[in-house]
């Protein structure tokens, strides 16, 4: 064990108080301090310094002094903790930025200018080893690279929120968190967005649906899942799940099993906003027209989906809400402020669009 720094005699007293502060801050003891001849032998000072030392340590509540008992170390009350040092945040994106949904290049971009307001750095991860299924190794050494940083994890993985909770870093999700993780969040409610396109499709008399599913590793992917099959009417049948790596091949063979299916689905609902395109240009050439043989809804939206004919029934979201409330919560961590366990949860605005018709005779495959 490193033995601790031996105080100068001109301030014995205080300098003992500090290093007895430090030494249950770094957790050097657990439960209780040892006695008081083996800390004064210790720290090599006498027990007419070590006591008033004690004495103040109680009085600041960080431990219980009791005479003939031992001295039980008290956690610290949190406003009396010391507060973190944040001068930068680090943004962790699973892609390049030109590679994510224009609606993510937006608030990060917006979030940069108002961290600016606050004298905070923005610094971008993209993609890499975090997002793989054994991260601890390779965030290590992102953590140690990036002291006196907060962190904004967007889609992120159970094993990444796994890592960052158990850390007790300064870290905002932007997206859902998994069951049993405690981390702030913002994120579009994907459980009422899947509920509202499946009872959607429903009152259009759709019974026979499918998910064309990006397989991301976050959250949402089982939520949508749920939400969307627990939506459909009684004695329908569950939605066929079409799940892809976001591949334009992956996309196209899923597409192709749909259009060989007998009963086919009626109604298609698509999680990632670049796979209409290959929707609106693989199932025509496969006989499926949109909406005549297949309703098509996107859980999200993009500007290049208003270019689309028929145009895409979607959820359109104000992604600059996303920045402004990131931006809140960082500028409290940047003034030592701790951030409440809280799910700001973020509903879009349904846009009917023409590519959801109800089912007739005609839409009928």
Known sequence: MTPPIIPQRSTLVSQTITLLERGLREARWTG????????CGQLMISRTTLRPALQELARRGLIDLQQ?????????????????????????LPEPL??????????????????????????????????????????EKLVHSHPHSAWVLFASTLAMQTWFSARAL??????QVFPGIDLPSIEYDH????????????????TRTAILLQ?????ADATTCDAFTAARQAGTPAPLVLEHDGSLAQIESRLRRLARLDPRPTALFVTKSHAIPAVFTI????GIEIPRNLSVICRED????????????????????????LAVALARLAQGQSLKITHDRLMPRFVAGQSLASVSGESRP
């Open 32 to 39: 209780q301090l040892p006695g008081q001849h083996e800390l």
């Open 68 to 92: 003939g008992r031992p001295m039980a170390i008290r956690r610290p009350p949190a406003a009396k903790r010391r507060a973190r040092i944040v001068t930068k945040v680090v943004l962790l």
């Open 302 to 325: 993009d500007p290049f989906l208003e270019y689309l004919v028929p145009a895409v029934a979607r959820y359109s979201s104000n992604s600059s809400a996303i920045a402004r409330k």
């Open 191 to 206: 459980a009422a967005i899947a509920h509202h396109a499946a009872a959607t499709l429903a009152a259009a008399g759709h």
């Open 98 to 139: 030109w590679r994510l949904r224009p609606s993510v290049a937006r608030w990060a971009s917006e979030l940069r200018a108002l961290l600016q307001r606050s004298d905070l750095e923005l610094a971008l991860v993209e993609g890499g080893h975090h997002y793989r299924a054994n991260p601890a190794v390779h965030l």
């Open 283 to 286: 199932l025509p050439r496969l």
């Open 215 to 219: 397989h991301t590793g976050s959250a």
């Open 170 to 175: 300064p870290v905002i999700l932007v997206g």
